[in-house]
C-alpha cells in the first residue's frame, strides 16, 4: 500500500515568488495536517484538514494557505516567499480529525523548499 | 497548548536498553501522548502512543507516570538503526513537537 506521498521532493524558488506543494493521504484517511521543519528543529504544526475543513491553524502568517479536495489530497500555498520560509514541508494524513486522538499519523518524505 | 521537555541528546552501547525521558506537566486529562522518531531526511515515523495505562508494542514500551506529567520509552535492545531523534508530542487539538532527543548508539 502507499504511504503518505508528497510533491515535488525539492523545489527551489525565489524570494516574493509563490509555491505550491502537494500531498496526497494514505486511502482512507480523511484528515491531513501540514508542518514545517526547519534544519534542526523539530516540525511546527501549520494546518489540519478533516472532511475538507479547517480544524486548526499554526501561529504562521496569512501567506499560508491550505485546502483539502473531495478526494482528501491536499495542497499547501506560501505567498510572497522569505528566506525564512526554506524549510523542510511535511505532510502527515490520519484516520480521523486531529484531536484528541488514539490515532497516530502518518507522515511523507517531505517536501525539501529552499528560497534564495 | 502543552509542551513536552526532552533532554537534548543521549547516548547507548547497542544491544542495551535505552529509557528516553519525557516532561508533560502542562497535559490536559484529554491528550495523549505519542512518541515519533526521525531519521535523517525522512518524515517522522510514529513509535507508540498511550493515554494513562503502560503500553507495549513490537518497537518499544511506553511507561506513563501515574500523574501523567512524565513518560518514558523505553527501547529494549538499541540497534545502530534506532540512531534517531525521538518526538514526545502530545496529540490534542493541536500536534505539538518539542526539540526532541537525538539518540547516538555505539556498536
Known amino acids: 500500500d502507499a504511504g503518505v506521498t508528497q510533491s515535488p521532493t525539492h523545489l527551489i524558488k525565489t524570494r516574493g515568488q509563490q509555491v505550491t506543494l502537494r500531498c496526497s493521504p494514505i486511502?482512507?484517511?480523511?484528515?491531513v495536517s501540514w508542518y514545517q521543519q526547519v534544519l534542526g528543529q523539530g516540525p511546527q504544526f501549520i494546518f489540519q484538514?478533516?472532511?475538507?475543513?479547517?480544524?486548526g491553524r499554526g501561529n504562521f502568517p496569512d501567506r499560508f494557505s491550505a485546502r483539502q479536495f473531495p478526494n482528501y489530497s491536499s495542497e499547501l500555498n506560501v505567498n510572497a516567499l522569505l528566506l525564512g520560509d526554506s524549510a523542510l514541508y511535511l505532510c502527515?494524513?490520519?484516520?480521523?480529525?486531529?484531536?484528541?486522538?488514539?490515532?497516530?499519523?502518518?507522515f511523507g518524505q517531505g517536501t525539501r523548499l529552499t528560497v534564495v | 497548548d502543552a509542551k513536552t521537555t526532552q533532554p537534548n541528546s543521549m547516548e547507548s552501547n547497542e544491544e542495551e536498553p535505552v529509557h528516553l525521558p519525557c516532561n508533560h506537566s502542562?497535559?490536559?486529562?484529554?491528550?495523549?501522548i505519542h512518541w515519533y522518531r526521525q531519521l535523517p531526511s525522512q518524515g517522522p515515523e510514529y513509535v507508540i502512543h498511550?493515554?494513562?495505562s503502560n503500553v507495549n508494542n513490537r518497537m518499544a514500551s511506553l511507561a506513563i507516570a501515574e500523574d501523567r506529567k512524565s513518560s518514558t520509552l523505553i527501547l529494549h535492545r538499541a540497534t545502530l538503526r534506532d540512531a534517531a531523534v525521538y518526538y514526545c508530542?502530545?496529540?490534542?487539538?493541536?500536534?505539538?513537537f518539542g526539540a526532541g532527543t537525538r539518540l547516538f548508539v555505539k556498536a
Open positions: 484538514y478533516y472532511e475538507k475543513e479547517e480544524r
Open positions: 502542562t497535559i490536559s486529562g484529554t491528550d495523549y
Open positions: 486511502s482512507g484517511h480523511k484528515s
Open positions: 498511550g493515554l494513562t
Open positions: 508530542i502530545l496529540r490534542g487539538f493541536k500536534t505539538i
Open positions: 502527515a494524513s490520519s484516520l480521523r480529525t486531529d484531536g484528541p486522538t488514539n490515532t497516530e499519523a502518518f
